[in-house]
């Protein structure tokens, strides 16, 4: 089927790319990516927008692109950092190369109100991360923005081609939706998107990928697995749901989980392998390690219970693609091994033997979906966990004392988050234990014992995150809790860093 007045995104590597296919769809359009040496993939598009990237234009492997057949599908065409760069130069311009990188938020100045920056304000706040800068321009080129250095940022070429130096993908750029919708404005007959017809195709390409075939779902209780595991019932799939116990669970975890797969009426197996997993991490540090360990035992143990299994389903979103950088031909730079990207992955992968039906989405996205299906609001509303577990948020070696610690100083904060009504103003908060001891007293005499780093952050996608400002009387009460109810701690800290530079989680 050729694909017909969609937004075509061409991928040139940025950690944002995919964030700019879900901007798209919040502005109510279909929008599908794609690797710029594939133009022929993208059909009948209404408008293109060609991402920004890691590479310098200047570099020897610089991603390009066939400016003569990207000019033949003659629709708008906006290009983002890199993106903007490339155009520049095919117009006729030039690009300077520099060593400083400007990477954080800057000023946007409009030369005018019109166009792409109709109703914009005057001044913006907007969100960098380059290091080249447009230098000569071509004939016929305009400068339709600035920063406050009155350096060029955003430039037209003609009526239907546009650039800008900044993300106007993620939220710190304050008006960037806006400004998308102003260049989306531009193309005709743009096909909506709407969740339910996302749902139905999600179910068709799945029964078309299956067929007949067994799969094992591994569930962990967690909103991507869930919505998996209930995407593949409603469509019919011949499904195994196997909850794997690897021992690094938050506290009645274990129970949680059953309790919610039973209320949907899906039946799923439990794996108790705590020794196991513990066993193999035992004298490991190395985060990257840990995850690789977690990763292939996960696979280990899947096949090991289901034996003739087929297909592994997995509840893949794209920042684990993105961050893993592990797509054969992804254009990113790597951030983490997630677990489910390991190499054992990878294999299976190449051989059709995993499906990853919400890939392509972010957990908004994937809640949304989850509503659809009909999922119950606390199920869907959950915080985000880590597949690997508590094994990110205990640095250093793994221990059973440890990972205890963690657990009670975890239950204590989540508790007094859903007490207090602040869980459901957050996105994702946890207990981490800092692999350091320091010095205290208690009960007049001196401890020396492990530090808490408590963790709240607020986000849309899990790509950016910035932390929550909790009340001070919050804190103090639950850190007095942590103090005095837990074993093994005598100092309690609040995680006040933003994504970038941190991530969310410490591992």
Partial sequence: MIEKNHVAVLDFGSQYTQLIVRRVRELGFVSKLYLPENLEQIGEPGAIILSGGPKSTSDPD????????????????LGVCYGMQLLNIKFGGSVQSSNKREYGPADLFPTECAGLYAEISERSQVWMSHSDTVSNLPEGAKVI????????????????YYGIQFHPEVTHSHEGLAILGNFLSKAKDLQPFHIEDFKRQLIEQIRETVGDKQVVCGVSGGVDSTVLAVLLNEAGVNMRAVFVDH??????EGAQVREIFGRMGIEIETIECEERFLTALDGVDDPEKKRVIIGNLFIDIFWGAVGNAEMLAQGTLYPDVIESASNDHSKASKIKTHHNRVDRILELQKEGKVLEPLAELFKDEVRELGMSLGLDADIVNRHPFPGPGLAVRCPGLITKDRLEVVRDCDKIFIDALHASGWYAKTWQAYACLIPVKTVGVKGDERSYEWAISLRAVISEDAMTADWVELPYSFLRDVSNQILNEVSGVNRVLYDISTKPPASIEWE
């Fill in 62 to 77: 610089a991603p390009d692109i066939d400016f003569e057949q990207l000019r033949s599908f003659q629709v708008p065409v």
């Fill in 145 to 160: 923005a600035k920063n406050q250095h009155g350096t060029p940022v955003s430039l037209q070429w003609g009526d239907d």
């Fill in 247 to 252: 021992g690094l669970l938050r506290k009645n």
